[in-house]
């Protein structure tokens, strides 16, 4: 299984704040499961860190591994912007991480599905 983690849980396991989302995140970071994050979570999470935060958010991200965007990805996203930008609103972001974790046959794990209205992206639970 491949997972790739959304800017929201990876905040949440960040801070630990939240005690299901760590208490998942330990079970998947412990079984054979892939676990990959998008440069764009990469961007948004630094953009937001906290100077008391980097050295956390570097160990984080040293456990990962990033799926690249590449050129397909960035056709992929771009479909989607066209298709659910307006009855969705989809934004860029949302739309390269999608792309990303259908390009890498991974789960998304996120809070926030309704950002992901694509019928070809599955979930993790």
Known sequence: MTVLV?????IEVARGRNAEIVSQWLELSQSD?????????AAELWAGARPSEHNALESLFRALVCAPID??????????????????????ADALIAASAVANH?????????HYPMKDVTFFD
């Open 33 to 41: 499961a892939a676990v990959l994050y998008s440069p764009v979570t």
């Open 71 to 92: 050129g397909a990805v960035g056709r992929q996203a771009g479909i989607y912007l066209q298709r659910y930008r307006r009855s969705h609103g989809v934004e860029v």
């Open 106 to 114: 991974a789960e998304l794990w996120t809070r926030n599905r309704k």
């Open 6 to 10: 959304d800017s929201d849980i990876l």
